[in-house]
């Protein structure tokens, strides 16, 4: 015998029912979606912040080699200077040549165009890698962060290749013996002392006739005139340095 169920007809939703339903789907939805927005901006932000705190280290680290080539090439121009006024003195006969070769020979030796000046950019590039830059609000912040690791950053790579060829065409045309220990002691690779050596090159005719030859203070003037420009980057560096870091401090992100 077969079993007959009564028939219960379906309930048929209100067009209220499926308004509500989408509302709540579309809410669920929306705020989900505005969840993981606000997360990634959140994980965006921190980093942004990270990367800026570790660019104010490395704007310090910077600031103290500024401040180093800034005060090596001042007293590389009052040497430069100093073997300009030896060589006018010379020509004018007021000094002779042993003289003048002793004391441009020690002067020179005592000059320092140390290491050029080149600065970390390690977390600026984290900002750009990580798109941190188009978060950053401050306008005045983004500008100077442009002018120090763009502007200055490409200035300070040309400037440094104008050194070392104007450095390296100076010593070929004058001392040709480069950097040289000016002390009694012997590297263990050197048969004599650096102040033997150096005695030995003022005697060579070559060298003394670069010297005494008033070619040499044009030669020295070049080479001073590029120095002099290398210590004004400098010194932009050193401002814009300042001036970044201050801002950066306010933590106005």
């Known amino acids: 015998m077969e079993v007959h169920h009564p028939h219960h007809p379906t309930h048929k939703k209100k067009w ?52 180093k080539r800034i005060y090596e090439y001042n007293n590389t121009l009052v040497k430069f200077e100093k073997m300009k006024d030896l060589s006018f003195a010379f020509s004018h006969q007021e000094m002779n040549e042993n003289k003048l070769i002793d004391s441009v020979v020690n002067t020179y030796l005592n000059t320092s165009i140390s290491v050029a000046l080149f600065i970390n950019n390690a977390s600026y590039k984290n900002t750009i890698s990580s798109g941190s830059l188009s978060f950053i609000k401050n306008n005045e912040t983004k500008k100077l962060i442009a002018e120090y690791y763009e502007s200055l950053y490409g200035k300070l790579v040309v400037n440094n290749t104008l050194l070392d060829n104007d450095y390296n065409e100076f010593v070929g045309k004058t001392f040709g013996f480069g950097f040289v220990i000016n002390s009694n002691e012997k590297l263990p690779f050197q048969t004599r002392s650096s102040s033997m050596q150096v005695e030995d090159f003022k005697s060579i005719p070559a060298l003394r006739k670069k010297i005494i030859d008033p070619e040499f203070r044009l030669l020295v003037n070049k080479i001073e005139s590029r120095c002099g420009y290398y210590l004004y980057v400098m010194q932009t560096a050193k401002e814009l340095n300042t001036r970044l870091l201050s801002q950066l401090n306010k933590k106005e992100f």
């Open 16 to 67: 209220s029912e499926y308004i509500i339903e989408f509302v709540m789907l579309f809410a669920a939805v929306t705020l989900g979606f505005f969840a993981e927005n606000l997360r990634e901006h959140q994980i965006i932000d921190n980093h942004k912040n990270q990367n800026l705190i570790a660019m104010i280290d490395d704007l310090k680290q910077d600031s103290v080699q500024i401040n």
